[in-house]
Nanobody, 124 residues
Framework: QVQLAESGGGSVQSGGTLTLSCQGS?????MGWFRQVSGEEREGVAVIEGDGNAYYADSVKGRFTISHDVAKNTVSLQMNNLKPEDAAMYYC?????????????????????WGHGTQVTVSS
């Protein structure tokens, strides 16, 4: 299993910006981010495959941008124009295979590894 270490969470006001980063212990074809609010199901936010193909939740399209450095096994999520509904624990995820195509990128079971999470708080 790959070890994933997240950083970059914090507290911002509505409309603010945060960038999350995740360092993987080895190469993963697909890396990305899920989030979870206490008492609710985990939600796929954005993932990116080794060829640069990216998937986004509709709720974050146009505001969040995912990027990766394949050589460094890192993935980042720039979150602009944050809204109170974006507040959650954000988890880095990784898979050794495609996240899309024959897989459902929104399904938690698609991913082999999960980080411990980093908290994002957005105040109105």
């Amino acid at each position: 299993q790959v070890q994933l270490a997240e950083s970059g969470g914090g507290s911002v006001q509505s409309g603010g910006t945060l960038t999350l980063s995740c360092q993987g212990s080895r190469y993963n074809y697909c890396m990305g981010w899920f989030r979870q609010v206490s008492g609710e199901e985990r939600e796929g936010v954005a993932v990116i495959e080794g060829d640069g193909n990216a998937y986004y939740a509709d709720s974050v399209k146009g505001r969040f941008t995912i990027s990766h450095d394949v050589a460094k096994n890192t993935v980042s999520l720039q979150m602009n124009n944050l809204k109170p509904e974006d507040a959650a624990m954000y988890y880095c995820v990784a898979a050794s295979h495609y996240c899309g195509g024959p897989f459902s990128w929104r399904a938690p079971a698609t991913y082999d590894s999960w980080g411990h999470g980093t908290q994002v708080t957005v105040s109105s």
